[in-house]
């Protein structure tokens, strides 16, 4: 019987690991509040950058967001350009939200731990009205 559990052990071992790594990927895709949303541009990272300089103007020093940071990740070279909202003051880790751009017409998704809470939603409503052309902090 201890030969039969121990040739279980390592396998067992290696489905927990597996578990978790996918439950960890699973956190990074976010929860309900995630959004994908089209916008009228055709120039991913003009997008992002729009996103980026409201989100600074309207998002730093409000309410739900005071602990967080906009961290703009515009090199295409590496990926799609996206932007990130960390938790001030950590430097490793995953990030709180993920704000992503690609394709002609540009299409914006929207996912990560925060996107589930008032802040994501307010983030959402926030890119739908600056990718509609307004640049307004509050609806």
């Known amino acids: 019987m201890r030969r039969a559990e121990r040739a ?3 396998s067992h071992r290696r489905l ?6 996918a439950l960890s990927l699973a956190g990074c895709q976010g929860t309900g509040g995630s959004s994908s949303m089209r916008t009228d541009s055709d120039d991913a990272i003009q997008a992002l950058q729009r996103v980026n300089e409201a989100g600074v103007k309207c998002w730093m020093d409000s309410a739900g967001f005071e602990d967080l940071r906009l961290i703009p990740e515009l090199d295409t ?7 990130l909202l960390l938790e001030k003051g950590k430097t490793r880790g995953l990030p709180l939200m993920v704000i992503e751009a ?9 996912y ?21 052309g307004s640049l307004t902090c509050q609806a």
């Open 8 to 10: 279980r052990g390592p």
């Open 16 to 21: 927990t690991g597996l578990m978790i790594i």
């Open 77 to 83: 070279t590496v990926g799609r350009p996206r932007l």
């Open 102 to 110: 690609s394709g002609a017409p540009v299409k914006i998704e929207t």
């Open 112 to 132: 990560g731990p925060l996107s589930g809470t008032p802040s994501g939603e307010r983030v959402n409503a926030d890119i739908g009205r600056w990718s509609a």
